[in-house]
Nanobody, 126 residues
Framework: VQLQASGGGLVQAGDSLRLSCTAS????????VGWFRQAPGTEREFVAA????????YYKDSVKGRFTISRDNAKNTVYLQMNSLKPKDTAVYYC????????????????????WGQGTLVTVSS
């Protein structure tokens, strides 16, 4: 499966953005999907994940209440709605997927994801 991320841009603090990640090649309705980000000079970090069975999403603590991950299986697309953006949210955002299950304790582990999108840059100015 190939993942294509989009929706990044330059916004001001407090603004919102919605990132999209569209899969091609096969349906990824049975994949666990996640969003990661990487700021300059830092390691890639987990942001949010949604298991293939649905259920409660899983978020990095600093984005809880501001970011929402969701999926539209009919469109083969995963979204990351980002509200109340802060300058520290500035990063390249990557979507990722793995067919079937990732245990909850490993959802934050980038190595568990098989497929990656190319990244989309989000810049939040103060």
């Amino acid at each position: 499966v190939q993942l294509q991320a989009s929706g990044g841009g330059l916004v001001q603090a407090g603004d919102s953005l919605r990132l999209s990640c569209t899969a091609s090649g096969r349906s990824f309705s049975s994949d666990t999907v996640g969003w990661f980000r990487q700021a300059p000079g830092t390691e890639r970090e987990f942001v949010a994940a949604l298991r293939w069975t649905g259920g409660n999403p899983y978020y990095k603590d600093s984005v809880k209440g501001r970011f929402t991950i969701s999926r539209d299986n009919a469109k083969n697309t995963v979204y990351l709605q980002m509200n109340s953006l802060k300058p520290k949210d500035t990063a390249v955002y990557y979507c990722a997927a793995r067919y079937n299950r990732i245990i909850q304790s490993q959802l934050t582990n980038a190595a568990m994801y098989t497929y990656w999108g190319q990244g989309t840059l989000v810049t939040v100015s103060s």
